[in-house]
């Protein structure tokens, strides 16, 4: 199973920010993070912190939630925004669409409503071109399996198969996943694929992004699987 997603709340109303993070919480499928104005935003995206999309209001104490998301985007982010809104007035929904914003959703809502088109924006981003993770030194494409290293400017291409893997070690958030859900993910559940095809693409893997690949430090046995090490320094 894949790790909780990140997702920035930004929102000044504290009961609907405490209801947000309870119930996205709720299934262990995100993992919110809410703040109550623009400065507080800042602080939490500091850093290089990763969020996989944000939850964005209109009006904020400290600032237009719109030219907020426009600098976002300036500054080159590209997860999803979904703006809340206080009303539906056609202009306002331009204006945050405009600002860069992918979706809108007017308050009050339906908590269901919001968190399906929050799904439909992950899906969508995340067989986009514009999904970009770092997986220790690197930056993966998935969808033009592709890993960057930028300090030896450096391209690994990826198979297809091995794209699927590494997507799918990365959303579990650097628990360990079993081989056979790992088979099972990437492979589909009604294939009939032995172990060893798993391992085989494991160790082509380490070959490409280990720079030792006799002792992985990015793609671990463990647990009777795999993990994937994020953040870890490979020197």
């Given amino acids: 199973m894949s790790g909780p997603r990140p997702v920035l709340i930004v929102d000044e109303d504290e009961a609907l920010r405490a209801t947000l993070s309870e119930q996205l919480a709720l299934d262990g499928e995100f993992a919110p993070v809410a703040v109550a104005d623009l400065a507080a935003a800042e602080a939490a ?4 912190a990763r969020f996989d999309a944000v939850l964005l209001d209109v009006r904020l104490p400290d600032g237009d939630g719109r030219a907020f998301c426009a600098e976002l985007r300036r500054r ?22 405009d600002a860069g914003a992918n979706d809108y959703i007017a308050k009050p809502f ?46 690994i291409r990826l198979t297809e198969k091995e794209t699927a893997i590494l997507k799918f070690l990365y959303r579990a958030g650097g628990r360990p996943v079993a081989r056979q859900v790992l088979l099972n993910e990437v492979w589909g559940y009604s ?21 030792d690949p006799t002792e992985a430090r990015l793609l671990i046995t463990e647990g009777g699987g795999y993990r994937l090490e994020t953040q870890g320094d490979t020197g």
């Fill in 110 to 155: 339906r908590l269901n409503e919001l968190l399906a088109r929050l799904r439909a924006q992950l899906r969508v981003f995340d067989n986009s071109d514009d999904a970009v993770f770092t997986i220790g030194p690197y930056l993966f494409r998935p969808a033009a399996k592709l890993l960057l290293e930028p300090t030896r400017n450096r391209r």
């Fill in 45 to 48: 995206l500091a850093g290089g």
């Fill in 76 to 97: 080159g982010a590209r997860m999803p925004v979904l703006m809340l809104t206080g009303a539906g007035e056609e202009a306002e929904v331009v204006q945050a669409l």
């Fill in 191 to 211: 294939a009939a694929i032995a172990t060893h095809t798993l391992e085989t693409h494991i160790y082509r893997l380490r070959q490409k992004i280990e720079p």
